[in-house]
Nanobody
Framework: QVQLVESGGGLVQAGGSLRLSCAVS????????MGWYRQAPGKQRELVAT???????NYAESAKGRFTISRDTAKNTVYLQMNNLKPEDTAVYYC????????WGQGTQVTVSS
């Protein structure tokens, strides 16, 4: 089955940066569009960014200009580079297969202090 293992979160001050990683197994990673999602306390999970097999990307308005999604097919890994972080970016971040989401991984906590 699909396994998703997120890492790279942490505590950072506003304006700082983090790079999240998601190791993917159990699917043909190279042909799937992957997405990063986040869920803040008391809120629904939301889509942050997607990347297709061709490297085409899309971002939520809140992420545009600050976040960059990328993928390494050789490593079956998708990344999310987050710059100029804001307190409102505080959330648990998850990755998943965009078209047909699998069981969610444990996520990685990102906390941005003001």
């Amino acid at each position: 089955q699909v396994q998703l293992v997120e890492s790279g979160g942490g505590l950072v001050q506003a304006g700082g940066s983090l790079r999240l990683s998601c190791a993917v197994s159990g699917i043909i990673f190279s042909i799937n569009t992957m997405g990063w999602y986040r869920q803040a306390p008391g809120k629904q999970r939301e889509l942050v960014a997607t990347i297709t097999m061709f490297g085409n990307t899309n971002y939520a308005e809140s992420a545009k200009g600050r976040f960059t999604i990328s993928r390494d097919t050789a490593k079956n890994t998708v990344y999310l580079q987050m710059n100029n972080l804001k307190p409102e970016d505080t959330a648990v971040y998850y990755c998943n297969v965009f078209q047909s989401p699998a069981a969610w991984g444990q996520g990685t906590q990102v906390t941005v202090s003001s």
